[in-house]
């Protein structure tokens, strides 16, 4: 599903701006069923995921943590996809909240929390 940008958003060609492409990626993950957060600031924007996983995106590509450590440079591994393919990136991330849900689930409590009903 690709979503058309709010009005006065820029977008030229396969650039867009770094809100939109987070709010086109928040879009897509929530058709996976991931709930997420978009802020920007600095000309950057970010969607918060989970612990662990956020996606930056400065408007041409989305990038977030793999994982890994790179042990020689001493600093974590990223991965990226471009920005014009929020579907295709919003898998990518899915697939990596998968893999933190299961190490980092939520706790007892926040899950009745999460789960309680709106008062």
């Known amino acids: 599903m690709r979503v058309l940008p709010p009005a006065g958003r820029l977008i030229l060609g396969d650039v867009c701006s770094p809100v939109w492409a987070a709010e086109s990626l928040q879009a897509e993950l929530e058709q996976c069923g991931i709930d997420a957060d978009v802020n920007d ?19 041409l590509t989305f990038w977030w ?6 042990s020689r440079r001493g600093r974590p591994v990223y991965t990226w996809h471009a920005a014009a393919e929020p579907e ?22 926040l899950t009745e ?4 009903a709106p008062v």
């Open 65 to 70: 943590r793999t994982g890994s450590w790179d």
């Open 41 to 59: 600031g600095y000309g950057l924007a970010v969607v918060s995921v989970w612990t662990g996983l956020t996606v930056w995106s400065n408007g």
């Open 113 to 116: 929390v999460h789960d309680a």
């Open 88 to 109: 295709r990136a919003a898998r990518r991330v899915a697939f990596r909240y998968a893999e933190l849900r299961k190490t980092h689930p939520l706790s007892d409590l």
